[in-house]
């Protein structure tokens, strides 16, 4: 393999381990800013120690009374929440676990009392659920994999409502049954027979406003571009915009854009990119159709010189990368095209 493939398929791995994390992992706070920035004032080594711990893959501290210190600066003023109950405490788990496998659970306890005393019962409480929950998900695992997705959630959910409390499993996981919801709502749009890309956009736009009601401003703000893709990608809109001539796809792409809160410059931004787009695609799909004909007329060497010299024509620079992708059995004008977002 050359070293132009092998960093191609470095680079690949590297996005695909990127959108992974960005997947799975939740929403957290950034690390504070440096202390080591100019002008800033000294800092103690107790205190960068518990700086350097609030990032969320740094090891808490093992010494006690700077556990103690971290918990209660991390998480003591948001701790009547019951989400930041375990969000903290399964970072504990993690931490109590990987230093004592067998007395973990007593640590941690005994970190919980000398940390929050106040609070003790209901955070021990609330340990005891969310084990008692992961042996339920264990236990249950085979008759889950098993169900409907609507089922699976279903049980789930019953679950969740048993062991923590109804008022608290509502609290907990508000921020799934969120997504949930505006997954359904997507779901609905996509199925709506006759309706235009105008009638779906009003209804995701009402959707947002329902699923999170006085917190849909911010939420569309913070979250607009997988918003505009999660939209954009639905098969229904799809075939719409790709029954269009090219200026009617181009005012419908900025329409939805500016529906969802893009300003003039952000508009002027994508019209720009989809531009590009189109001709960066329209390039490709007369490439693929020069490439099957050579592939018909040519073998071997002969046909690796006569497409070099096409991808150069079509490609200048970046001849050398589409080669290299071939090589591997990418061929990126054979994917679908997505219009709005590739």
Not at 111 to 137: G, I, M, S, V
Not at 192 to 219: C, F, V
Not at 223 to 234: A, S
Request: glycine share 6%.
């Amino acid at each position: 393999m050359s070293r132009r493939r092998i960093a191609i398929a470095v680079a690949i791995a590297a996005a695909a381990a990127v959108a992974v994390l960005l997947l799975v992992r939740p929403w957290r706070r950034s690390a504070p800013a440096s202390a080591s920035a100019p002008g800033a004032a000294a800092v103690d080594p107790v205190t960068a120690r518990l700086a350097g711990a609030a990032s969320p893959s740094a090891p808490l501290p093992s010494d006690l009374a700077e556990l103690v210190a971290y918990l209660r600066a991390r998480f003591g003023e948001h701790l009547a929440n019951r989400y930041v109950q375990i969000q903290m405490l399964e970072k504990l788990m993690r931490h109590f676990q990987a230093k004592n496998p067998a007395g973990w659970q007593a640590e941690l306890l005994a970190a919980l009392r000398a940390a929050f005393p106040e609070r003790y019962a209901e955070l021990a409480a609330n340990l005891q659920h969310r084990l008692d929950y992961e042996a339920w998900l264990r236990r249950d695992h085979d008759r889950l994999r098993g169900l409907g997705e609507r089922e699976r959630r279903e049980a789930m959910w019953e679950a969740r409502k048993r062991l923590f409390g109804e008022d608290a499993a509502a609290e907990i996981w508000a921020s799934e049954r969120k997504n949930q919801a505006l997954a359904d709502a997507l779901a609905e749009i996509d199925a709506r027979r006759d309706a235009s890309i105008g009638d779906r956009l009003a209804q995701y736009k009402d959707s947002l406003l329902e699923t999170r009601q006085e917190g849909a401003e911010p939420y569309v703000e913070s979250h607009r571009q997988e918003l505009l893709d999660r939209f954009l990608g639905l098969a229904s809109v799809q075939r719409e915009l790709s029954a269009m001539a090219p200026a009617d796809r181009a005012a419908a792409l900025r329409d939805v854009r500016r529906g969802l809160g893009l300003d003039d410059a952000a508009l002027g931004r994508w019209d720009a990119l989809d531009q590009e787009r189109d001709q960066r695609w329209e390039a490709g799909r007369r490439y693929m159709a020069e490439r099957a004909e050579l592939a018909r007329q040519y073998t071997g060497e002969a046909l690796e010189a006569r497409l070099a010299e096409l991808r150069a024509r079509y490609f200048g620079a970046e001849a050398a990368t589409i080669a290299d992708e071939e090589a591997s059995g990418f061929f990126r004008f054979d994917r679908p095209r997505v219009y709005g977002r590739n």
